[in-house]
């Protein structure tokens, strides 16, 4: 059974990847699915460490997985929002080692880092996805021929641009 802290971050996940999903492009897609797919390995991974008092190697395994393929998704594509993805994923990775090399670092504050962590990755993609979608949107306001009738380029098949004709 989740837990109610387990409830907030599923319904935040299912907000933020179904907006992906729904308004957003591949690339959000994309990280929508890194998300779930992490999401979804990590819960069983869980349910046996209840108590987060030592280093989970199994989630720690899924973060450097996400970290990678956010870079991944960062590399192949224009949007600024993988990198802080990228970012937070390797934030949490760090958070696995130092908890590694030194379990006096409260529980709390590993438990709290790792799942900050990711209500920030998730942050950063709902942020992408509304940028895009407002890019798409600022996109279609444009008007459909380039460039436009006052341009440098139509003054000049005209003529000299400073007002005095070559004939």
């Not at 907000?15 to 690339?27: I, T």
């Not at 998730?122 to 940028?131: K, M, S, V």
Request: with cysteine.
């Amino acid at each position: 059974m989740l837990n109610p802290r387990q409830i907030g971050f599923v319904a935040w996940l299912v907000l933020c990847c179904g907006y992906a999903v729904w308004k957003g492009e591949r690339p959000e897609r994309i990280g929508a699915a890194i998300n779930l797919g992490a999401v979804l390995c990590s819960f069983p991974l869980e349910a046996g460490h209840s108590h987060w008092r030592e280093v989970m190697l199994g989630v720690s395994t899924i973060d450097m997985g996400v970290c990678v393929g956010f870079f991944l998704l960062a590399l192949g594509t224009d949007r600024f929002w993988p990198i802080w993805s990228c970012g937070f994923a390797l934030a949490s990775v760090l958070t696995h080692l130092a908890r590694a090399r030194s379990l006096d670092i409260p529980f709390y504050a590993y438990f709290r880092a790792e799942a900050d962590f990711s209500y920030l990755a998730l942050a950063a993609l709902a942020i992408g996805t509304l940028t895009t979608q407002r890019g798409r949107r600022r996109a279609r306001s444009q008007p459909d021929y380039w460039p436009p009738a006052d341009s440098k380029m139509q003054a000049s098949s005209r003529g000299s641009s400073n007002g005095i004709s070559d004939r």
